[in-house]
């Protein structure tokens, strides 16, 4: 009859005795020591000194059993909160294999020897052994080993008894093989432990940010949130941040005494820079540890007094900001012990993320401060940059012609109309183009007299020059064939009466040269940009936004448009952009294509921009005046700068002026003209007439270089 192993095992699990009985009989010590060994592969939790002497007895004289054992110890001294009991463990290891009767555990933190168990006495042997860092033996058979790190920093130590007699040198020998084998072990725990220390030293950090600045723009907010961290960091009963006030050179609380209770309200608490220890942190700069305040000279008793607070312990740590001390972080008062090392290391790197904190909620505050002063400056400008309506309303009673003769044509002259009508021709070219199904004309008049009003009285670039360019893009979109969409012919009148708004008469070099605030602003195209950003504000305002009743999309695309055509009109930009647009128009124009739509609106904002070239001789000639008055203008407040002008920009240069005209029409004006009469025929007198004032340029320019040769002839002959 075979009998199975689940029914041996359930007849030894009922008669316990009969197992008893076979094991005395007929099993040795050897294969019950194994059995032991194999019973206690992990190591016990008990921590008497007798019962974990007694196991490595066992354990160790099994030697099948002893690598896996000291392995298993390696294995439970890398794993956190283990420190203790590894060590205790180590020690009676140390003393089964020393024979020894007894064991003690003591870890060294702060300087200081702390028994692993409160039963355990510091001997003089141990205290010696972690002093001098060496072996210690003694004749009343005790014998104390210092477990040292790589750096020779006393991690702990452990001592062995033995009644019987004072431990051999051959004993002691073994016993520094143990000694090095527990101080690899603490110096692993350390490791990990430290390593552990980190990761939720950094967890805590993440979530102290993250809080931080979820309420940056309160700073009561943040300085509670601080403390309440702070208090957590180090388990403090109370903690304070005091600001510095660098003006009265004083340090102020809004918030002290952070865990003084809900019940208790707000203080504010201010004191000289220097007084007390928080002063003397402030000033100094460096972090305080006090264990007694009230042995300490520097400790102030006022804050005591006031608060009813009785301090014992401190830990002040600077806050710091560009090696500027802007604050201290006190935490009073330990719920448990004193301040460690450990505690003053964390909190040091918690007074970074809370200077960081407090240095953003400052930054916050200002730029709050300066968003509502932008405000407040915006509503004002608002008010007196819109027309008011003694000024737009008289224009509504003014009917709107039927027709205007020789509107339609390129060399009409703005100067044959007076500055009180131009807004009528505006409204009636803008009525031409887009009709007023879809635009409020009291918003036409309104916004059209408030561009106006935002044009600055320089020579050139005012309110006269933008009614001309909007002109010369009527006549375009007028005459020409295009197949531009309605929006985009709309983006492109707008955006040429809005296209030099704000113009100071200066160039974008000069703007950047002089570090205007413009040019911080707008790094490329200054003034294009700027002249955008007026026409968007203008547009925002109530009752000026001529565009309200366009849909969403349309409203998007007429606004991108502007921007566009607006920044064409920098001259480097069509630069830029001709020869490839050049290319293009060999090739033939895809009006279904997008980017070659674009690229002829830049090109007809700068056929138009230049508008002043392809009019008549006098009325291009006055052009010519007042544009020169204003580079000349620049060139004088170059002067004053201690520049040296461009030659267009020198008044002392005048007799040249013909010969830069020729240049500039040859070199800008007629490559874009010609460029853009490819796509446009119909508008081909603005190359007709532009070659005319070239002829008159040139020559005149002949009779100035002729002038200047006779001149010189003159002089060499008198010399």
Known sequence: MVVSEEEVTEYLRSNPRFLDHFVQTYVDATTLQTWIGRKHAILPQESHDLDLIKFWKAALASSEYQCALISELMNVASKPKTLSRTLLHLAACAAATLDADNCSAFLCVDDCLISVRPEDIISEEASLAARECRLVSSESGVLALPLLSSDRTVLGVVELQ??????????????????????????????????????????????????????????????????EF??????????????????????????FDAGSGPDTPPQEIRFPVGRGLAGHVALTGLPLHVRDAYQDPRFNRDIDSRTGYRTRSLLCMPVTIQSSVIGVVQMVNKRNGDFTRADEEAFEMFAIYCGLAIYCARLYDKLKHSETKYRVAMELLSYHSASPPE??????????????????????????????????????????????????????????????????????????????????????LRTAEHKFSSTECLAMFVGCLCHDLDHRGKTNKFM??????????????????????????????DGLNILKNLAPSEYREVLSNIKH??????????????????????????????????????LSMTAADLCSMYKDWDTHLKYVEVIMEEFWQQGDEEKGRGLVPLALMDRLRADELPAQQVGFIKGVCLPCYELIVKIFPEIQPMVDVARMNLERWSQLADHEKEKKSK????????T
Request: charged share 25%; glycine share 4%.
């Open 391 to 476: 000024e737009w309303q008289p224009q509504l009673a003014r009917p709107i012609p039927d027709c205007i003769e020789g509107l339609n044509k390129l060399t009409f002259s703005p100067w044959t109309i007076k500055d009180e009508d131009k807004p009528l021709y505006v409204i009636f070219m803008f009525r031409d183009l887009f009709g007023l199904s879809k635009f409020a004309l009291d918003d036409l008049y309104r916004f059209t007299l408030t561009i106006r009003k935002n044009y600055r009285p320089v020579p050139y670039h005012n309110w006269s020059h933008a009614f001309s360019v909007s002109h010369a893009s009527y006549v375009l």
């Open 230 to 255: 702070a208090q957590h960091l180090v388990d403090a009963d109370r903690a304070s941040l005091f600001l510095v006030d660098s003006k009265r050179q004083e340090l102020y609380a809004r918030l």
């Open 512 to 541: 950047v040269e002089s570090a205007s605030p413009l040019a911080a602003v707008y790094s490329t195209s200054t003034m294009e940009h700027h002249h955008f950003n007026q026409t968007v504000s203008i547009l925002q305002q």
């Open 711 to 718: 001149l010189e002839l003159e002089f060499s002959s008198s």
């Open 565 to 602: 055509c607006i920044l064409a009109t920098d001259l480097a930009r069509h630069f830029e952009a001709m020869h490839g647009l050049a290319a293009t128009v060999e090739d033939g124009i895809d009006w279904d294509n997008e980017e070659h739509r674009l690229g002829v609106m830049a």
């Open 162 to 227: 033995r009644r019987a007699g004072p431990f051999s040198a051959s004993d002691e020998r073994t016993a520094v093989g143990w000694m090095l084998l527990g101080s690899w072990l603490l110096m692993v725990h350390s490791q990990q432990e430290d390593l552990l220390k980190q990761k939720r030293l950094q967890e805590f950090l993440l979530s102290v940010t993250k809080s931080l600045f979820e309420e940056m723009a309160c700073m009561d907010k943040v300085i509670a949130k601080s403390m």
